[in-house]
Structures are given as structure tokens and as C-alpha cells.
């Protein structure tokens, strides 16, 4: 589950993932891999636009929200960034490590400006 929460005034999105551990181990070493557009640049990462959390754990049927920010450049149409997440489950004598894809939706509405109108 994700949010997106707009900072127009420098032209960014923060994109706030809820991250819910179902499971009775805990989960650690998340990375987040996004693929840029564009349009829209995902922001502190490295030429392989991987963003790795390795301070975070989720300990089980616990969660925990992590953030990731995006610079805007001229958006005229909705952007969709295929993104995977990858964490380690840590079991009894094993670690195993999976992986989610999916679409990041980012809507035009969510470049929109609050302008007041005069008549």
C-alpha cells in the first residue's frame, strides 16, 4: 500500500509505502528499484536507482512505513514506473529473499497546483 503526498513548492513527491510483515519471522534488507521516466526522477540514489533500507526491520504482524522522493519535471500525462521491492524473510536456520513488482501509479492530479480564482 502506498500514498503519494505532493511538495509543489520544489517540485517533488514523496511516495510513503506501508510496509505490513504477515508473517512470524522478521523481514529486513529492503530495497526498492524504480525505474525512472521521463518526467520524473527518482531522488537520492545511485546510477542504478536502487534505494536500499538496511536499517529497517519488521518484526512479525508489525509495519512500518518507509518514504522515497521523486523530483517533477513537466508532467502533461499520468506516469506509471515499474518498481520491485526486495527484502529478506529471516527464518530459523534460513534467509530467504522475494520479491514484489509492480506499477507506482503517479496521477497528473497529484502535479496539480492550488491556484485561487478572481474575478
Not at 526491520?57 to 509495519?63: A, C, G, T, V
Not at 534467509?95 to 478572481?118: A, G, H, M, W
Request: hydrophobic share 35%; with cysteine.
Amino acid at each position: 500500500k502506498y500514498s503519494i503526498n505532493p511538495d509543489l513548492s520544489i517540485a517533488q513527491l514523496d511516495v510513503t509505502f506501508l510496509l505490513k510483515n504477515r508473517t512470524s519471522f522478521i523481514i529486513d534488507h529492503i530495497n526498492i528499484h524504480c525505474i525512472d521516466s521521463m518526467s520524473s526522477k527518482l531522488l537520492n540514489t545511485t546510477s542504478t536507482n536502487l534505494i536500499s533500507f538496511p536499517f529497517i526491520s519488521i518484526f512479525p504482524h508489525l509495519q512500518n512505513y518507509i518514504h522515497i522522493y521523486f523530483s517533477i519535471n513537466a508532467i502533461s500525462f499520468s506516469q506509471k514506473l515499474k518498481t520491485t521491492l526486495t527484502y529478506s524473510i529471516n527464518k530459523s536456520n534460513t534467509i530467504e529473499v522475494d520479491r514484489i513488482e509492480f506499477k507506482l501509479n503517479l496521477p497528473c492530479s497529484q502535479y496539480l497546483r492550488r491556484k485561487t480564482i478572481d474575478s
